[in-house]
């Protein structure tokens, strides 16, 4: 479901993030990345807030294009997507398998409801 490619760039991404970022204990880069990863969804609901201009004014001031603010969300999402992965990696999850089983999963659950069992 992710590509090679981006499971690779993830890794070499991790070790540079590792070299400059040291952590002492595995417990310590989860508990990084889960605060990263806060850090990225929060930047996302501002990006979702500004382009809908539901935001106090001063953040509306100088306000982007409705064209750049769909690219600022765009950036925003791969933010989390990335830091997602970053973080499954630290966990040691194979996040290939993780989201087979995820989405055969809510499509079972789809097909049960859709049976209205």
Known sequence: MI?????????RQ???????????????????????LTEEVGELAEAILASERLQRQEKLDGASSAHEAVENIGAECADVIITTLLL???????????????????????????KGE
């Not at 590509?3 to 890794?11: A, K, M, P, R, T």
């Not at 070790?15 to 605060?35: D, M, Q, S, Y």
């Not at 040691?92 to 859709?114: M, Y």
Request: charged content about 30%; hydrophobic content about 40%; glycine content about 6%.
């Open 3 to 11: 590509s090679q490619e981006l499971i690779d760039w993830v890794e």
């Open 14 to 36: 991790s070790g540079r993030l590792n070299k400059h970022f040291p952590v002492a204990t595995k417990r310590e880069g989860l508990f990084g990345r889960v605060a990263k």
């Open 88 to 114: 499954a990696q630290q966990a040691g999850v194979d996040i290939n398998q993780a989201l087979a089983h995820k989405t055969a999963r809510i499509d079972a659950r789809f097909e049960k409801s859709q």
